[in-house]
């Protein structure tokens, strides 16, 4: 899936783009990709926290945005 990505968004770039330079806005784009998935899962993972140490009664934005 990353692979495939990669080329579509290379692709886009060569296309849309007038920069002899494609694969720094490429680079740019998977690291921004990365950390969101990153923040995501850290985000996960303090919500996951929370409920074990039933901490539900403060208020936190993760619950609102979370729902199971």
């Known amino acids: 899936m990353r692979s495939r990505l990669v080329q579509e968004l290379t692709m886009y770039e060569k296309e849309n783009r007038q920069t002899d330079d494609d694969s720094m806005r490429v680079g ?23 409920l074990v140490y ?15």
């Open 28 to 50: 740019e784009v998977m690291m921004v990709l990365q950390t969101v998935q990153k923040s995501m899962n850290q985000m996960h993972e303090c919500r996951e926290i929370s």
């Open 54 to 68: 039933d901490l539900q009664a403060r208020m936190c934005p993760l619950f609102d945005n979370f729902k199971d």
